[in-house]
Structures are given as C-alpha cells and as structure tokens.
C-alpha cells in the first residue's frame, strides 16, 4: 500500500467493505481507494489489505454473472464440496475459507466470503422487486438453495486465479425461467438504466454501479427458456444480438463476454421443439463467430452440451464445475490475449471420401470433417464419438428427417473426425438432391455428445453442413 497522485481519470474507491474486491486497472495492476483520512493509496493486485475497518480486501477482477438458472444454480450439492457450514442457514457467512470461497457480491449487496458449499445466488434476500416478482423457485421456496443452489462460478473463481493469479470478485445477477426478453432494457432510450428496480438488466446495471462502475467481463448462461417455444427461438439470433450491443452501448470501457451454448433438456415436444432447441445453440454459435470475423475477440462460448444433470434442464454440481472451468479458460485466454487450445472446436467443413478394400472391389464411405483447432490436441475418446447426426431436408418434406446411416465415428491421426457410413445410407444420399443431406453435431433438445478433449475443452454443437456427393475415384463421373 503506497501513498500517491491519482492519475487522471483513474477511478478511487471509497467506503470499502470488507471482502469487497477492487477492480484493478490493467495497465498498471492497480487500484486506488480513499482511507477515512482522506490520503489515497494505491494498492498492487493481490491482498488481502485492510482499509480502514474494512478487513480482506482485494485487488483483482470483478466477473458479472447473468442469465437464468443454470447461471443461478441449481445444482445438488455433492461431496466435492466442503461442508463446515452445510447445517447454517445465512447466506451473509463470511468464511474465511479463501482457497474454497467466493468473494461474492451478494443478493443482499453486501460483499462477503461465500463458501463452495453454499448458493452464490439467493434471491430471496435480493432488495430488488424484480427478482421478487418474476418467478423463480428460489424466491419462493428460499431455503431450497441451501440442498440444491450449486453454482459454476466456485469453479471459474479457483482456475482463474490459479491461472493468471489475479483475485477475482463475482456479482450474482442471474434469475431463473426468463427469456432474452425478460433481460431486455424496457425503454432503448433509458441511457441511464433507471429502472434498477424493476428490471433485470436495470438492476445488473445499478449493481455495477454500487461496486465502482468498473468490471473485466461478463460470464452469462441463458438460452433455454427461449428454446422451449419455436416461436421465440426463431428470434433467439436477432434478440440475443439486440441484449449484446445494448450492453455494449451501455458500458463506457469494453467489457469481455463469455458465455454458454445451452445444453439439453429431457421434455416432450416433438420435431419443433428439437429444431427449436438447435436454433437457439446455432444463434449462440453465429453470433461469436461473426464477432471474431470483424477482429472482435473480446467473446467467447463454451459447450454445455456434454454435462451431467440434476434434473430435466438443470445442470449438476458436477457438471456447472465443468461449464465454469471452461468458462475460465476462455476468460483468461481473453484477459491474457493468449494463443492456445482454442476453446471453440467445432466443424469448418466436411468432405466425402471413399476407400477401396478387396483390391477396389467395395468401398468404403466415409465423411472427413475438419475441425477449428489451433493446435494438436488429446481426445478423451477418440474411437467411439457420438452426437453426429444425419438429416433429410428436402423441401417436400414438413419436417426435419433424421436418417440413421452412420455405423462408427473417430477421430483419425490428423486430428479429423471420420463419420464411416453405412452403404445403403450412402447410396440414399448419393441418390438425393444437391444439398437434401446435412450434417450436424449435438441436434436436438437430448442430444448425447462425447467430443471433449482432455483439457475439458468440448465441441459446440454445430450444423447444418451440406453433405457433398463425390463420385467413386474410378468412375470419372460426379453424382451431385
């Protein structure tokens, strides 16, 4: 802690409480706050300080978490987590379990230390009439967080900071069953987000103010409420696009922006509701990958689609420790501006390749699919992946038709994935039209998906890619 100048336009914290993390200013790895004294100091990342009577303060990053439930967490608890405070009942416990805990901003906007073991959510407690009016089960069954409020953010906090040895401080504004709608601003003209009451993202906005107006990023998980309706997942594209450029709008510095592709749900609802579901998870694909062609790489996305359930759309603790590990390495990827594994694996393009057996007198079929790495990577399996599949979209047809003509799926020394087809699917395509088959990867609202690496890095759901027919390399003649 050293006694200085403040630069100008260099944000000075006052009235610090304890736990509170101070956002550091990334050029000089800094932040500055004002003691009763009236003297400013300027205090390196790290801590923990005390500033007045305020004890465990840091210096770090301050990650905004928004959304829905799987944001919010409704995970069970399991035996990974510890349990010295399981039987207590305040969410306001500041255990100074530093290795285990959040540095938590929490419902109650009071900074605290919340263990592992405890929600990092509770709504209930939440000043804010927009989380008392919009219905979640934790709002109105408030101790139920205390069995299932498991959360991701536990597992981003403990890899970012082993990662980049950066503090980190997390402001749950997440509430569970609402649409991009719902997170919508209710006037575009509101500059000033006055509604901090009563809406979502107002009250995201007041909250930022109330830790200083300064954050690194924003890690946000919503997408399923509006998969559900195919009606809302038709717009899933242009609203989620809308939400991030109000954002965008709103905030004077450039805030990084990770976030989940959703993963399944097991529902009734037919046909559209799997189309629906694929929809919303292409959108979410769409639009990183358009962000990253105009040299914007201040986003990222994650897969979900490979993690364990506690319920029909809920992930478990296992699982949000998954999501919230990958949403760590793209976080500090991002922070860092580092090259490494690319946290985004997902099909570029697929080709049809035939190999000959018994001196050319049969062949073999096979669909060769590249894939977005930046480097080698190690698969966790590598000879029996699932997820792929095949679909009939002709337009005579008043729904999607998933053909079952793929017998195995590895990934090959080349680090491609190689769909082997079966020879009646293969003469099925090949007597279709141009563009009738397509490929795709996680479709549906279940889809069973196993193309992970053993960084924990998963493929995104992906698709459609149309299927191109090659003819045999004897005949000479193409067939599409």
Not at 112 to 139: C, E, F, I, K, Q
Request: glycine share 8%.
């Amino acid at each position: 802690m050293a006694l200085g100048t403040v630069p100008n336009d260099v944000h000075v914290y006052q009235h610090v409480q304890s736990y509170q993390v101070l956002q550091r200013q990334r050029d000089t790895d800094t932040a500055w706050v004002e003691g009763k004294d009236n003297q400013r100091y300027e205090l390196n990342v790290g801590g923990p300080y005390t500033v007045d009577d305020a004890h465990q303060v840091m210096v770090g990053d301050i990650w905004i978490l928004a959304g829905q439930s799987n944001m919010r967490g409704y995970g069970f608890f399991d035996d990974n987590d510890n349990d010295n405070s399981k039987n207590s009942s305040s969410s306001n416990n500041n255990n100074n379990n530093n290795n285990k805990g959040c540095h938590v901003f929490q419902s109650c906007e009071s900074w605290g230390m919340v263990p592992a073991n405890r929600p990092v959510h509770h709504l209930a407690t939440s000043p804010r009439s927009v989380h008392h009016t919009l219905p979640d089960p934790t709002v109105r069954e408030p101790s139920i967080v205390f069995d299932r409020g498991a959360s991701l953010a536990p597992a981003f906090v403990r890899k970012y900071e082993r990662t980049l040895g950066v503090p980190v401080g997390v402001v749950p504004c997440a509430h569970g069953g609402v649409t991009i709608q719902q997170w919508m601003k209710h006037d575009d003209n509101d500059d000033n987000n006055s509604n901090a009451d009563g809406t979502l993202y107002g009250a995201m906005m007041d909250k930022i103010r109330l830790v200083g107006g300064h954050y690194t990023g924003v890690l946000w998980y919503q997408g399923e409420s509006d998969a559900v309706h195919f009606d809302t997942a038709a717009l899933y594209l242009r609203d989620f696009t809308r939400w991030i450029c109000q954002l965008h709008d709103d905030i004077s510095q450039k805030a990084f922006f990770v976030y989940a592709q959703i993963g399944r749900t097991i529902s009734d609802g037919g046909d559209k509701i799997d189309l629906a579901w694929s929809m919303v998870r292409k959108a979410q694909l769409d639009i990183c990958l358009q962000e990253h062609h105009f040299g914007e790489r201040r986003i990222a996305i994650v897969s979900t689609v490979d993690t364990d359930m506690d319920d029909y759309i809920h992930l478990s603790a296992s699982g949000l420790r998954k999501v919230g590990g990958r949403m760590a390495d793209a976080a500090t990827a991002l922070v860092a501006n580092a090259s490494r594994e690319s946290a985004m694996i997902y099909a570029t393009d697929v080709t049809m390749i035939h190999l000959p057996y018994n001196h050319g007198k049969h062949w073999r079929h096979i669909l060769r699919l590249d894939l977005n790495l930046q480097q080698n990577v190690t698969w966790r399996n590598k000879d029996m992946i699932t997820g792929f599949t095949i679909h009939d979209m002709h337009p005579s047809r008043d729904r999607l038709l998933q053909v079952d003509v793929i017998h195995s799926a590895r990934i090959n020394d080349q680090q491609q994935v190689d769909l082997y087809l079966t020879e009646k699917g293969y003469q099925q395509i090949v007597a279709g039209e141009v563009g009738q088959y397509v490929l795709r990867y996680g479709y549906g609202k279940n889809p069973q998906c196993n193309l992970v690496t053993t960084t924990n890095v998963a493929a995104l759901a992906f698709g459609p890619l149309p299927i191109l027919v090659t003819s045999l390399p004897d005949s000479g003649v193409r067939l599409d």
